[in-house]
């Protein structure tokens, strides 16, 4: 069985140009995500999924030398940009992830695909339902193939299409999920990266913890002596790895 996880990325942000290239600890971010997502044990393959636009060129020379796989799609049909990658690699199980999202950790996409494996009636697992109780940024998706080929061939909301879980969630009378929930409810948590504000609170994660590889119970420790309204705005000299953001 083939286990795919497929990291969606883009170079275009209205919020925040370029963000999958911005810095964060000594790197470009996307690397950052594929970096821990790599520590995924149950992960057969991990490709980064772009879209099929000139600007995006560099970002993929930059994935292909540093090791990983890359597909290029449509930039915003983000659902067969998805689907499109799962088939091109054979994949059985795909797990989309964002790039947006550096703080993503292995051991719980692990758990979210082992949750999917026990359950053989279950088309996909999620840390979302019955309710995301993880911190924004954690999300986690499972999903067989014949799921997602359906919720393509199906889904015709353009706008859900950029979210591949979407049609899945509102249709659970043709697709049956098996939910994976924290103790306690932290989707108060943001740790996704929309803003320069929130690049820089997931910053000051990283610059704490340093290089190890650390679980995302270390960054709620950091978290939680971080004082919530801080901005650090103003603290870091930006750094891209192109000249241009799209």
């Not at 209205?14 to 997502?37: D, I, N, Q, T």
């Not at 359950?119 to 799921?147: C, H, M, Q, Y």
């Not at 997931?202 to 309204?229: H, N, Q, Y």
Request: proline share 5%.
């Amino acid at each position: 069985m083939k286990i795919l996880g497929v990291v969606v990325a883009r170079r275009g942000s209205e919020r925040l140009p370029g963000k999958v290239l911005r810095e964060l600890a000594g790197e470009p971010m996307l690397l950052k995500v594929l970096a821990r997502a790599s520590h995924a044990e149950r992960l057969s393959d991990l490709v980064v999924a772009l879209p099929d636009c000139v600007n995006e060129d560099s970002t993929e020379s930059l994935c292909r030398s540093s090791g990983y796989f890359c597909f290029r799609g449509a930039e915003y049909d983000i659902l067969d940009r998805i689907f499109r990658t799962a088939i091109g690699y054979g994949a059985d199980i795909v797990v989309p992830l964002r790039a947006s999202c550096p703080l993503i950790d292995g051991p719980l996409i692990d758990s979210v695909i082992e949750r999917l494996l026990e359950t053989p009636v279950a088309d996909w697992s999620t840390n979302r339902l019955p309710k995301l109780t993880f911190p924004r940024g954690l999300e986690v998706d499972a999903i067989r193939i014949e799921a997602l080929r359906r919720a393509w061939q199906e889904d015709m909301h353009a706008g859900s299409r950029q979210y591949p879980e979407s049609f899945l969630i509102r249709r659970p009378d043709l697709f049956r999920s098996v939910g994976l929930s924290h103790t306690h409810d932290l989707s108060h948590i943001p740790w996704h990266v929309c803003t320069l504000a929130d690049l820089n609170r997931v910053r000051s994660i990283f610059t704490r913890l340093g290089d190890r590889s650390f679980t995302w119970k270390d960054a709620l420790a950091v978290w939680e002596t971080m004082p919530l309204e801080a901005d650090h705005s103003d603290t870091y000299t930006e750094t891209h790895w192109q000249s241009s953001d799209a």
